[in-house]
């Protein structure tokens, strides 16, 4: 119950955000026709975007307690750790992602570099990109292929964040202009290796030997609630590159997926048990 009700309003939060954005961010002269909404416009960057992380958290997190009780919990702080110090690495030295800095959007920061939402992202989406990993390279072995699989699926998800939440509107800035709507190119590979050194955390941990528990239906739902967001903005700006590149890579993911399914081909890569 609780579950349905964050995942509710975090569909409900996305939504305004972007009816907000496609009316009043790309039609500026409204806020003048409309003066009640100009207060609104003001502060709902900042209100949406933080409400929408906490409520997706709560959403994943309910979901967790109610089909796996507190075995998340190790693979929570692998996940904020590794994502902190990458981030934290990111803001301060420009790797791997490339040299940005966060605005104040996000609200308070840990070390006053980065949002402490932004570990928390990391975390949901992580864990729902490994579980739907698992729906293909079933099994409780260590498998590389699975680790590559949810990283690239992690990885995906950027590929309309960053222009919809930097390009589009200014949550992080970044200090050199890429050539992917104002981001380096180097910020994909920082997203994948990073999303590959919590998807080896995963592993280690055994999350496969849980996550099995959690539904795919609820997995993708939940994966898909959060693309809705980033999606939706591309969309409205009329970013049809950055949708077009997002579908292919998911067009990989459901290739394969289909391919193991009919096929069931060997494992992409060697899955070796740890003891």
């Known amino acids: 119950m609780f579950q349905s009700l964050a995942l509710g309003a975090l569909l409900l939060v996305n939504s305004l955000s972007i009816f907000g954005y496609a009316t009043f961010s790309r039609n500026s002269q409204l806020l003048v026709t409309y003066p009640w909404a100009q207060p609104i416009f003001e502060n709902a960057y900042w209100v949406f975007a933080r409400l929408q992380i906490l409520l997706a958290l709560l959403a994943m997190l309910f979901l967790l307690h109610n089909k796996v009780r507190g075995k998340w919990v190790p693979a929570f702080c692998a996940a904020v750790l590794i994502s902190l110090g990458s981030e934290f690495c990111g803001t301060t030295w420009g790797l791997p992602f490339g040299s940005y800095e966060y605005t104040d959007l996000l609200g308070p ?16 989406m992580g864990i729902s990109s490994f579980g739907i ?18 990283s690239w699926i992690l990885m995906s ?3 309309t964040l960053d222009p919809a939440m930097s390009h589009l509107a200014p949550f992080w800035t970044w200090n050199e202009a890429g050539p992917y709507f104002g981001t380096p190119l180097l910020n994909l590979a920082g997203w994948y290796v990073t999303g590959f050194c919590i998807m080896l955390s995963f592993e280690v941990l055994r999350v496969n030997r ?12 939940f994966y898909g609630a959060n693309l809705v967001l980033p999606l939706g903005i591309v969309v409205a700006a009329g970013l049809w ?6 579908g292919i890579c998911y067009s990989i ?23």
């Open 109 to 124: 920061t840990l070390f006053g570099r980065v949002p402490y939402l932004i570990p928390l992202s990391w975390f949901f």
């Open 133 to 150: 990993s698992q729906t293909v390279f079933t099994g409780t072995k260590f498998s590389f292929a699975r680790i590559l699989l949810a």
């Open 157 to 159: 998800w950027d590929l």
């Open 210 to 221: 849980w996550i099995s528990a959690i539904p795919t239906t609820s997995l993708l739902t």
């Open 241 to 246: 590159e950055a949708v077009a590149i997002s």
């Open 253 to 275: 993911v459901a290739f394969i997926f289909l391919y193991r399914r009919l096929f069931w081909s060997p494992p992409l890569l060697t899955q070796l048990p740890i003891e």
